[in-house]
């Protein structure tokens, strides 16, 4: 009974997760005041308090982070105003968006205070996100674009998803939502005015030895393009090559097109991504979305905007993450390092003052070699500035270091007129490197992060794999085999195509591929008596006896589709596995022979031997063995020498010893 209430109250539980919020809207003078109720948070058990964080999309190409926002729209109309919540520390999904449409019936008075905060780098495309994906919601990617210097810009911005090193597709767009115009576009037809204007720019260079002259402009000294005029620079190979590039470094993109904006204009494009539920298999990952701005223009450069994003289980903004965390072992070298990042956000409703960063470092990682990249808050060093000031120092503790911020000022997201979210946020960035070539195996690394006097928050953890790759290989070899009985075999000569992972440390299958060449299989049957007359050329004879020898002369396929593995340390290793053979081609010879002797000179005994030929058969028998290998040398990749037992499923000599040298790249 007690189980049932449970299970019962547990189902109605997790039942409001499919509840979106009730959104409120008020009037204060002619400006809107939105708030909402949510369903009540669900904590994570030893997880810091469980709270909501906002992302208000306010229908008009503006947002807020705020709780509860408080705006002025400058026009009458219906806009449709979406709220994400975002349920950190909760064991729920995140409360599902609707749109809630608000008429407004008055043009607001109130001067502009609407301000984005969000861009925080000198280019004029950036990317954000309302929430780090989870499999199966969805988030909001924020698409800003601006134009700080030219009288008017127009031009392109292309947004590229989805990793090729995933090898699965992560993400798919559901909507896209335009303010101001912009349509969508085509990167193909993109791509080839680009390919265009690159060919252009490279016959103009090859013709004059500088490229075209796309524009002029009042220059008072003479240059290429006359007098009074100077060449402007051509960015379209510069285009061209980054277009190609991402390209290959994504699967997925979509394009916007905006027309020309003023100077000191930002906007903003909303699209909504959808995290497919294959991503599960690698939660914790981290994944990456860029945006390219490709200007009309072909005279101002293009510009690019990387954000790396972790995939995440629980909604935490406490985490680490490892760019390119897929490590090539075939290229590795020692001095190799790993870019790490420790992000953070006070949660809380008042300032941090002091924060420690403790990192574990993997024992395949050099301590000593750490270098600090960059941080957030930006500060000095504590032993090159003043007492009191705001720093930052480093403690190590044996495989462990620790990145301390003093005497900061980090505000609570939580905290009273807070209205920039990133201003609440901090990371440590960090390089290191290898002590020695590892083995190829993941291993895993977290940090602890601790606020003023709180307990410390143990972040996920970080795991850097290496890339499977493939070592091709070539194996040649010859088969003994041991008679039986009148039975005896010889051969086949044997080349093959071999293919396994890379320097394997664990258990593998390999899969090869042989040409049999010159196997031959005979059986001699035992003289049998006879002692009957007969004449030959007109003489007299006695056959004593008779015998037959029959041949089969092979070409063989032999493919090993199950071939188990396993390294015992770099120079020995043993397998399993199972091969099928089929008979390319075949022919048979019998050879009869006979004894005789004289009837009157018996001594003499001599021999009468005839010999028939049958007709090549092609794709002939076919057989099977299950066998065992023992393997020396460089096992991992390298030259090897082995032997193989085999026991042949079908045929008069069954036992086959394999003895084979081969090399794996």
């Not at 979305?289 to 406490?318: G, R, T």
């Amino acid at each position: 009974m007690i189980f049932c209430l449970l299970s019962i109250l547990e189902l109605r539980a997790f039942s409001q997760d499919t509840i979106p919020p009730a959104l409120h809207i008020g009037e204060t003078g002619d400006s809107v005041r939105l708030s909402a109720t949510l369903r009540p948070l669900r904590q994570i058990a030893g997880a810091p308090p469980a709270f909501y964080s906002y992302f208000w999309e306010l229908g008009d190409g503006h947002f807020s982070f705020d709780k509860a926002p408080v705006y002025a729209y400058h026009d009458t109309g219906t806009y449709a105003i979406r709220l994400y919540a975002t349920n950190n520390y909760d064991d729920g999904k995140a409360p599902p968006t609707r749109p809630r449409k608000v008429r407004i019936k008055k043009k607001s008075l109130t001067k502009d205070a609407w301000v984005s905060h969000f861009f925080h780098g000198s280019g004029d495309v950036e990317l954000k996100i309302n929430r780090y994906p989870k499999p199966g919601e969805d988030f909001v990617a924020i698409l800003g674009y601006r134009n700080q210097y030219q009288d008017s810009l127009s031009g392109s911005i292309v947004l590229f998803y989805n990793d090729r090193q995933l090898d699965r597709q992560g993400f798919s767009l559901a909507e896209q939502r335009f303010y101001h115009n912009e349509d969508g576009g085509n990167l193909q037809s993109l791509t080839a005015r680009v390919d265009e204007q690159a060919l252009k720019e490279e016959v103009a260079f090859e013709a004059t030895g500088h490229g075209p002259m796309i524009g002029t402009d009042n220059a008072p000294d003479e240059g290429a393009g006359g007098a009074g005029e100077r060449v402007v620079a051509d960015f379209s190979s510069e285009t061209q090559s980054m277009l190609h590039s991402l390209e290959d470094n994504y699967s997925s993109h979509a394009v916007v097109h905006f027309h020309s904006i003023a100077r000191g204009t930002e906007q903003f494009v909303f699209m909504d991504m959808n995290t497919l539920p294959e991503m599960l298999q690698d939660t914790n990952a981290t994944v990456g979305l860029s945006a390219m701005l490709v200007p009309d223009d072909p005279s101002q450069p293009p510009q690019l905007y990387a954000l790396d994003m972790q995939v995440v289980s629980s909604h935490d903004p406490n985490r680490m993450m490892l760019r390119s965390r897929r490590i090539n072992y075939r290229f590795f070298k020692q001095k190799k390092e790993l870019l790490y990042r420790v992000e953070f956000q006070n949660t809380g409703t008042g300032p941090a003052r002091h924060i420690s960063v403790g990192l574990a470092i993997p024992h395949q990682l050099d301590p000593e070699s750490i270098r600090l990249n960059a941080i957030k808050p930006v500060c000095k060093w504590c032993d090159s500035t003043y007492a009191r000031a705001s720093c930052i120092d480093t403690i190590r503790r044996g495989d462990s270091i620790y990145f301390v911020f003093d005497n900061i000022y980090l505000p609570g997201i939580q905290q009273e007129g807070v209205g920039d979210k990133d201003s609440t946020t901090g990371f440590v960035e960090y390089a290191i490197r290898f002590k020695r070539k590892p083995k190829k195996i993941p291993f895993s690394t977290q940090a602890a992060i601790a606020f003023d006097r709180q307990a410390p928050l143990v972040t996920n953890k970080a795991t850097a794999r290496f890339i499977k790759g493939l070592s091709p290989g070539i194996m040649v070899g010859y088969s003994v085999l041991p008679g039986n009985g009148g039975y005896t075999a010889s051969g086949p000569l044997q080349f093959g195509y071999v293919l396994a992972p890379y320097s394997p440390f664990r258990p593998y299958f390999q899969v090869e591929a042989f040409v049999g060449l010159l196997q031959q299989d005979a059986f001699t049957s035992t003289i049998a008596k006879d002692n009957s007359d007969t004449l030959i050329g007109g003489l007299p004879f006695i056959i004593t006896g008779r015998q037959t020898k029959t041949t089969v002369n092979r070409n063989s396929f032999e493919l090993t589709p199950l071939h188990f593995r396993y390294n015992l340390g770099k120079y020995f290793g043993v397998g399993a596995g199972a091969m099928a053979q089929i008979n390319i081609s075949e022919q048979t010879t019998t050879e009869n022979r006979a004894y005789f002797v004289t009837q009157l000179l018996s001594q003499n005994v001599q021999t009468a031997v005839t010999t028939t030929k049958s007709a090549v058969t092609y794709l002939g028998s076919v057989n099977a063995a299950p066998f065992i290998d023992l393997q020396f040398g460089a096992v991992r990749h390298g030259p090897v020498a082995g032997v193989r037992y085999m026991r042949l499923l079908s045929g008069q000599v069954t036992n086959r010893f394999w003895l084979y040298a081969g090399f794996k790249l």
